[in-house]
């Protein structure tokens, strides 16, 4: 059974450091993996999407990375800014099945 | 208006009551989906509909009742709903319905269940 695993639970950062979020996935047949975002009282916005023969992708100051033999992935985020707190949620597609499996996310706080 | 709306926002009821969420997508999506978020608890998946059909049942109790009367509209029938049942329930749209594209949420109906 397939299960996504997020450490750490929340991080608090200064302004403008470099950071990095963490997903582990237990089945390493998947076929994408995704970083959602998703602000207090909103619905999830859609990050980075990794297809299964993909080592990264990027956007802005974003960088998801997959590791698929290990099960792992990271979000590199550049230059923190205030804006960027919120939870971040990381989700997998396993292999012959049509669903997401998601992780209890990463709470994030840059301070000012 | 654009993306992915639901409605209401908020909304309370007791366990006797019947009440709908609605969700619509003016992305000309072919996919929609119910999500729970349960606090303390990974996000869970409840329904998919491709183009109309419902193609995905994640063993969901029958109190719950998706409706998708075209592409663009999903409703979640609620009744006689027990208090656990009291979560953010997220509705998403893609463009295919086997998750290779991305998803786009609503921004949630935050539901009570006294």
């Known amino acids: 059974k397939q299960e996504v695993t997020q450490i750490p639970a929340a991080l608090s950062v200064p302004e403008g450091e470099n950071l990095v979020l963490n997903c582990s996935f237990t089945?390493?047949?998947?076929?994408?993996l995704q970083w959602f975002r998703q602000d207090p009282g909103k619905g999830l916005t859609s990050l980075l999407l990794?297809?299964?023969?993909?080592r990264e992708q990027t956007s802005g100051r974003l960088n998801a990375s997959l590791d698929k033999s290990s099960g792992r992935s990271t979000l590199y985020i550049a230059a923190s800014q205030p804006g960027d707190s919120a939870t971040y949620l990381c989700?997998?597609?396993?292999?012959?099945?049509?669903?997401?499996?998601f992780g209890k996310g990463t709470r994030l706080h840059i301070l000012p | 208006e654009t993306g992915v709306t639901q409605t209401p926002r908020h909304l309370v009821m007791g366990m006797t009551n019947k009440k709908s969420l609605k969700c619509e997508q003016h992305?000309?999506?072919?996919?929609m989906y119910w999500y729970k978020q349960s606090a303390k608890k990974p996000l869970e998946l409840m329904f998919v509909?491709?183009?109309?059909?419902?193609?995905e049942n994640n063993s969901v109790p029958s109190r719950f009742s998706p409706e998708c009367p075209n592409s663009s509209h999903l409703f979640l029938h609620l009744h006689t709903l027990q208090p656990e049942d009291s979560a953010l329930y997220l509705c998403?749209?893609?463009?295919?319905?086997?998750?290779?594209?991305?998803?786009?949420f609503g921004p949630g109906t935050r539901l009570t269940v006294l």
């Open positions: 998403a749209s893609s463009q295919g319905v086997d998750f290779t594209d991305t998803q786009y």
């Open positions: 089945d390493s047949a998947i076929y994408n």
């Open positions: 990794i297809q299964s023969s993909q």
């Open positions: 989700a997998v597609r396993p292999l012959g099945d049509d669903k997401i499996i």
């Open positions: 992305l000309g999506h072919n996919a």
């Open positions: 509909y491709s183009l109309e059909e419902r193609v």
